[in-house]
């Protein structure tokens, strides 16, 4: 007597999300494999050759062998697929334009090209997306190859030309810049961002010749900015950004606190322009779609008319991602109900997708992407599960619509925890009341908006006058935000997450997705089981490993920030980078770091002397992270900056002591930290001469830190020091100028590792040549923030290993 039947999951019932699984995988392998092209070009060939022939051979002979070759080489043939499209139209690869134009960086151009896009950044600058048509390089050179730029422009005045919009026609002169890559670890990387828009050159905008109007009537650039146009006419100042942002994704105007007030309080999706607005856009169609459907041509005219609407609405959006994915989806399930076809939504967005990535396999990688389908598929696996779970009370009465909006909220926030903790290193709690107060009053405002801007271009009074609503209810949604995102709870910072928290949680939705297939939820929880046992190994493998020392030496530029994580799990920071007027090294790079690396709290900060390019961050860091305690040199400076930081610190109860040299700190159970430096005899009225001298011992090995010594402070250390400043690894002095690395000094010191922490093209022409020449001659290697990024070094106790 047979037993059960094993349950088998329904594969042929989702053939399109088959075959978008097996087209990621392909995509996957294309990116992070070193096999090119040509490969995948011929793996999947010899595939389709192989295939046609078991295809062939099957249909005359049918045996149960053959078929399993023909479906191993389709499914095979669909990953090497995507493997060769992905390495096809990768962005990583620098177009020949590009590599053209690299040549001539810092030279002088002339460029005619159309406004792609206009950005003002939060330092005031422009940045302008041109597709450029026709450029001069060196007065005589025409060179008629379209590519995509982006020109930076610093105003005199406060604001462009108002006739420079979006499809104007410009002709300017600019100086080549070169992209730098990523310098240092979980920086964001502008340099692979802009290559996700095909732009590969960036220039600095000099002179605007000439500016003529968009000359194409029916171009997306005009459609969009005429939208625009009405927008701002139908708004007043204060929520005209926010308004451009929800209707069509136009972002550009929102301040960076707002974006990140969004993102706190959960709402940061509203202003994607994803399904949540196609379904608004949708939701009166479909009830238009019973009176139509009964006509002959009801049902073709109405997919003609729902395609047009879809199609304008995602050109005003810029065809983003989002809303193209949500537009397919709609459409095709749309689609499937005029004429009653199957339109199962987790097959239909699978087709999305594979559409999507057709197009651009690098969307695969967006953020955008990635959210949105995520967002999508945990909605359509753990929604009906949760419905179930309500009890019949709550559901049918009025309430159970702002339940389940909560409801979505809380499982598309846990749903998409590792993406938003990766990305942002933040993670929004208030999310869920959050969306239940503003939702509903989208649903309603954002159709109710776009339907007045074709009114207002008729009758621009009318059209204000009616849009009183939307106004009022941006200024309470502006008002909301910035009130929750001050709740000390409505936002938690994040580690950056690893590898096996995005196999838990996929293997987590999965398992809840069964729960309701008695004889599927078995196996998914045998597989969430599994992941976690191999998350713990690894874990156990990694604690039997020899505690570390990390010490990362970050890229700040002309200035000085080391990031030190001891075997005992404690945080310091030496120095704390520079700081101009429109910039400190904390927003930029310290915070980011420190936020990836899931630091909540910095044991302690070293600020070797009151400098600006060394002490720059600290009033940053001192509004963001707590810290225990600061230690500085004791020499009192008259800069604001450093008087602002002391009273911070005041106003923090942050202690901030002052050390000299031959004390020893007890900060660290697993290693000592020495003071060298200063040495109370020193009478030199130099700052720099005044450094904090540390070094750190850990096991064998040994790193000194000097700031921005000088010889004056080098003999001093030598004198009263003697070998015991003799080290593995040494923070070389005052950047690599001459006025330190002295030979007296390196003869003793003799470091194995050298680095030097200083700002490529410099203004001090650092380092110098002399210091470079004892520097060789007494270490085996030197190394640079400014030609090699973060300095990332480690030490088990007996060796010192640099990551390259």
């Known amino acids: 007597m047979s037993g059960p039947i094993p349950y088998q999951f329904p594969f042929a019932k989702y053939p399109a999300l088959r075959m978008a699984l097996l087209f990621i995988g392909g995509i996957l392998l294309g990116r992070f494999t070193s096999f090119g092209y040509h490969f995948w070009m011929g793996a999947f060939a010899i595939d389709l050759a192989f295939l046609f022939f078991f295809e062939f051979w099957h249909r005359r002979v049918m045996k149960a062998s053959r078929y399993y070759s023909v479906l191993g080489l389709y ?73 995509q730029i982006r020109a930076v422009l610093d105003p005199a005045q406060d604001s462009l030309p108002e006739s420079l919009q979006l499809g104007s026609r410009i002709h300017f002169a600019a100086t080549i810049y070169p992209l730098e890559e990523q310098s240092n670890p979980h920086e964001f990387n502008y340099k692979e961002y802009l290559a996700t828009q095909n732009i590969y050159t960036q220039v600095g905008l000099d002179t605007l010749y000439s500016v003529q109007p968009n000359s194409n009537p029916l171009g997306w650039n ?95 959006t810029g065809f983003s991602a989002s809303v193209v994915r949500a537009s397919i989806t709609g459409g095709l399930i749309t689609y499937g109900r005029l004429f009653h076809k199957a339109r199962d939504s987790k097959n239909l967005t699978a087709v999305a997708a594979i559409i999507i990535l057709l197009i651009n396999p690098n969307d695969l990688f967006s953020i955008g992407f990635q959210l949105s389908f995520a967002a999508v598929y945990v909605i359509l696996l753990v929604i009906p599960v949760v419905q179930h779970i309500i009890p019949n009370r709550i559901r049918h009465r009025w309430y159970e619509g702002l339940i389940m909006i909560v409801v979505v909220s809380v499982v598309v926030q846990l749903g ?54 939307s106004r009022w209810f941006f200024e309470f949604l502006q008002w909301f935000v910035e009130q929750a995102s001050s709740w000390g709870w409505s936002w938690i910072q994040t580690p950056t997450t690893g590898t096996f928290i995005f196999l838990i949680w996929g293997a987590a939705i999965l398992l809840v997705a069964s729960l309701p297939i008695a004889k599927l939820r078995w196996k998914m929880g045998v597989v969430f089981l599994l992941v976690l046992c191999m998350q713990q190994g690894v874990h156990l493998y990694q604690q039997f490993q020899s505690p570390t020392l990390k010490v990362t030496m970050l890229d700040v530029g ?107 700190l007890s900060l660290d159970n697993t290693m000592r930290f020495f003071v060298y430096g200063p040495s109370p005899a020193n009478s030199y009225s130099d700052p720099n001469e005044h450094s904090l001298v540390i070094e750190l011992i850990y096991g064998q090995t040994e790193f000194l830190f000097t700031g921005d010594g000088g010889q004056a402070q080098e003999t001093l250390l030598t004198k009263n020091f003697g070998e015991l400043i003799d080290t593995d690894f040494l923070k070389v002095g005052h950047h690599g100028s001459k006025t330190a690395s002295s030979q007296p000094f390196l003869d003793i010191a003799t470091p194995q590792v050298a680095a030097v922490s200083l ?46």
Request: no cysteine.
């Open 222 to 316: 005009r459609f969009r900015q005429r939208t625009l146009t009405l927008i701002s006419q139908n708004f007043d100042e204060a929520t005209i950004p926010l308004a451009k942002a929800l209707l069509i994704g136009h972002k550009n105007e929102l301040k960076h606190n707002q974006k990140i007030a969004f993102s706190r309080v959960g709402l940061s999706h509203i202003m994607a322009v994803s399904g949540l607005h196609v379904g608004f856009i949708l939701a009166p169609f479909w009830v238009l779609i019973p009176f139509i459907w009964s006509y002959k041509w009801g049902k073709r005219l109405g997919l003609v008319g729902l395609i047009i609407l879809l199609v304008s609405y995602a050109g005003l």
């Open 75 to 147: 499914l095979f043939g669909v990953i090497a697929f995507g493997a060769f499209w992905q390495t096809t139209f990768d962005q990583r690869q620098q177009p020949p334009s590009a590599r053209l134009l690299s040549a001539y960086t810092w030279e002088p151009v002339e460029i005619n090209g159309t406004v792609q896009n206009i950005n003002k950044t939060g330092s005031g600058k422009y940045q302008l997306d041109v597709a450029a048509d026709t450029t001069i390089i060196q007065d005589s050179l025409r060179w008629f190859e379209p590519h």
């Open 759 to 804: 700002g490529k093209n410099n203004r001090f022409s650092h380092p110098h040549p002399r210091a470079v020449r004892h520097l060789k001659q007494n270490s085996r290697e030197v190394v640079y923030t400014s030609t090699a990024g973060a300095l990332q070094f480690s030490s088990d106790g007996e060796t010192i290993l640099y990551k390259h």
């Open 416 to 469: 998409l925890y590792p993406l938003l903790s990766y990305y942002f290193g933040e993670f929004s709690l208030a999310g869920p009341l959050a969306n239940a107060v503003i939702i509903p009053g989208l649903t309603f405002i954002v159709p109710f908006a776009l339907f007045l801007l074709p009114v207002s271009a008729f009758f621009p009074t009318v059209g204000y006058l009616l849009n009183a609503p």
């Open 558 to 664: 002309q200035g000085d920030a080391a990031f030190i994580q001891t075997p005992g799990g404690k945080h310091f920071l030496i120095d704390a980078g520079r700081w101009t007027p429109d910039y400190n090294s904390a927003q930029y790079v310290i915070i980011p770091h420190l936020k990836a690396l899931g630091v909540e709290k910095l044991d302690g900060v070293f600020l070797s002397h009151p400098h600006a390019d060394h002490i720059g961050g600290i009033t940053e860091l001192l509004d963001t992270i707590p810290i225990d305690t600061i230690y500085n040199s004791g020499f009192p400076y008259d800069s604001e900056l450093y008087k602002t930081y002391i009273q911070k610190a005041a106003d923090k109860n942050v202690p901030v002591k002052s050390l000299e040299a031959g004390t020893q």
